[in-house]
């Protein structure tokens, strides 16, 4: 009864879209599909809704070639990234757009619209036009479009990108309310992000996708603790995890002609030479710390990121305050190194402080 | 110098409505004179400067036979030849430029793009290359002087103006409107009339509009397919002498001819500023 989806590739230039890419998600789940832009995830998407046919591979659903069903038989849901409505419709006709193509009855098409515009706060908007909305209410729209239809997969494609910091916030919060409450234990929500904040707080099963391939596929809590591979580890974290071309000598980790202690996860560590990850927010100021100096300082909300340079090597950290650095500045850091993630030169993981491992 | 600029603008616009109007002003005033108030010398203001008489615009709808210059006939074939090739022309260059804009085509190095330009290529070439072949070919079909060959010959001329204008149009519709309707449970022919469509009705009138205009302007293959059954209006109106047609009865059946293009600019004007795309994707 579940969606399996064996290697499924699509190449349609001299790229891989998707390569090789196999799943098996569950009804009842929430699956984040997490990658950078053009990793693949809205090729998948499509995939999945029958509007792109892989080259190879292939998708079941309820043990049917689910390759074969027309798009228009898959009783599936999707919103876009970029506000997608139907222009000469008003917003109770566009909610109501999928019922009456299955012919449902008026008056029931009536009840499920209002419960549906209800449920994403458009209560009294029913006559409105599309263009008179604002971005975040045409999304609505359309995510009360494709929660109508009751519908056994249910695709959100990046829906809050195009979207302001604050509604993408409130919105992504009244997501996990909706997924809560207003889904069945029949279906299954596939929502694609660049975000892995997102990822994190929808708190479903994530997939690692890039360049078209799956790198790890896993609950987010084991995302976050163990990425399995650096390209993984910087994917998930925003920004990105650090990463230092480091070497262990006599009890120390020494990168950048900076000399630490080996914290305790990692002192059975029986490699040389490897990258050490640190996740920015694992990064303070501190006074007696190493010296590096500024490359860019952005403020972003009540934080600030601060780009540093020391020698060949950069790092960003995160500082939980509004600071104002100019450029060449020297700053003092401290690394917290029991939050330190080992990535061997193949660049999987070889220790985390959460213990787990890949070599 | 803002008021400078708003005097030249206003300047500007009013030189230029002058202009485009006069004519239609001479002519409006010389279809209601009569043989005097023409040859007394300049004169433009009814009642003042000469007595309105409506024998200019009697003699449109008089026989021949009566002394007037019937244009009644190729009036109407006009209007038949041009509504019904433009109507076959917007139908089927729709689909194929919704054809050309959603799907892809590969036929050796023929692509969508060539297909397109193939359509658009009829238009470049200049009319006169055009005749001798479509003649031939109307003659062997039997349908030369006839309307129906006539149509034939302007579906293909218009077809290629709503192609061009079409698929400009629906490359402008985001592609995930259809795809959105596919989702929402229509096949793609339910996606085409019940989403795409209703979406592209500024397209469509702007399409049809040139293809009437185009239509109903055309002189060149009007004379030279029609020979004595069937005549259409430009061939008539430039057939009217005017050593024999009065000026009067010339400037009314000028108005005439040009009042249906007048009646279909302002129903576009009304609809292009009615209809955007704007709310499908921000």
Same mark, same amino acid.
């Given at each position: 009864m579940n969606l399996v989806a064996e290697n499924l590739c699509y190449k *349609?230039?001299?790229?891989? %879209? @998707?390569?090789?890419v196999s799943f098996n998600f569950k009804k009842g789940n929430i699956y984040t599909i997490l990658g950078r832009t053009l990793s693949g995830k809205t090729t998948l998407l499509k995939t999945i809704a029958g509007l792109l046919t892989p080259d190879t591979g292939e998708i079941q659903f309820e043990e049917k070639d689910f390759l074969k069903v027309p798009v228009w038989e898959r009783n599936i849901a999707m919103v876009y990234q970029?506000?997608?409505?139907? *222009? %000469? @419709?008003n917003v109770f006709e566009n909610v109501a757009f999928p019922l009456k193509q299955r012919k449902v009855k008026d008056q029931e098409i009536n009840n499920v619209v209002m419960k549906s515009l209800k449920s994403v706060g458009l209560e009294g908007y029913e006559n409105r036009k599309i263009q008179e909305l604002s971005g975040g209410q045409q999304q609505r729209v359309s995510l009360a479009r494709s929660l109508v239809k009751n519908a056994k997969i249910l695709l959100l494609d990046e829906p809050l990108v195009n979207l302001d910091y604050k509604l993408r916030e409130q919105l992504r919060e009244e997501f996990k309310n909706i997924f809560s409450q207003g889904l069945s234990e029949e279906s299954i929500v596939i929502f694609s992000t660049t975000d892995p904040k997102e990822a994190m707080e929808l708190n479903g099963e994530v997939i690692v996708l890039d360049e078209g391939k799956v790198l790890q596929f896993g609950p987010a809590k084991e995302i976050f603790e163990n990425p399995k591979t650096l390209r993984v580890a910087e994917i998930s974290n925003d920004p990105p995890m650090n990463i230092l071309k480091a070497s262990i000598e006599s009890n120390q980790i020494i990168f950048e002609g900076i000399k630490v202690q080996i914290p305790n996860h990692l002192s059975n560590l029986d490699i040389k030479n490897f990258n050490l990850g640190i996740r920015a927010s694992d990064i303070e100021l501190n006074d007696n710390g190493f010296e590096f100096e500024v490359e860019l300082a952005e403020i972003s909300g009540s934080e600030t990121l601060l780009h540093l340079k020391r020698g060949n090597s950069k790092i960003i950290t995160s500082i939980e305050e509004v600071m104002n650095f100019n450029i060449h500045d020297k700053v003092k850091i401290n690394f917290n190194t029991n939050k330190a993630y080992v990535f061997d030169e193949n660049e999987i993981l070889a220790s985390s402080p959460f213990g787990g491992s890949y070599v | 110098m803002e008021k400078l600029y708003k005097f030249l603008k206003y300047f500007f616009i009013t030189f230029w409505a002058v202009f485009v109007v006069a004519p239609f002003l001479w002519a409006l005033t010389t279809s209601f004179k009569d043989f005097n108030s023409v040859n007394g010398g300049a004169t433009y203001i009814p009642w003042v400067d000469f007595e309105p008489k409506l024998e200019g615009w009697r003699v449109l709808i008089k026989s021949p036979a009566n002394g007037g210059v019937d244009i009644i006939e190729p009036y109407f074939n006009s209007l038949f030849v041009t509504c019904t090739a433009s109507l076959i022309s917007i139908v089927l260059g729709t689909l194929s430029a919704y054809a050309l804009s959603r799907f892809t085509f590969k036929a050796g190095f023929v692509k969508n793009n060539d297909i397109t330009f193939f359509f658009i290529s009829q238009r470049i070439m200049p009319p006169i290359v055009l005749s001798i072949p479509f003649f031939l070919f109307l003659g062997a079909i039997n349908l030369l002087d006839s309307l129906i060959g006539l149509i034939v010959v302007y579906i293909v001329l218009l077809m290629p103006i709503a192609v061009w204008i079409m698929v400009d149009f629906f490359n402008k519709v985001p592609r995930e409107i259809d795809e959105t309707a596919l989702i929402d449970g229509c096949n793609p022919y339910q996606a085409f009339f019940k989403v795409v469509l209703p979406n592209s009705i500024p397209g469509l009138i702007v399409a049809g509009m040139f293809c009437i205009i185009f239509g109903w302007i055309d002189f060149f293959f009007a004379f030279i397919l029609t020979f004595t059954e069937v005549q259409l209006l430009p061939v008539k109106i430039v057939a009217l002498n005017s050593s024999i047609t009065p000026w009067w009865s010339l400037s009314a059946s000028a108005l005439v001819s040009v009042a249906p293009l007048i009646i279909v600019a302002f129903i576009v004007e009304r609809y292009l500023s009615k209809g955007n795309l704007s709310g499908a994707i921000k």
């Open positions: *349609p230039d001299d790229q891989y %879209h @998707l390569n090789d970029q506000f997608i409505n139907y *222009p %000469h @419709l | -």
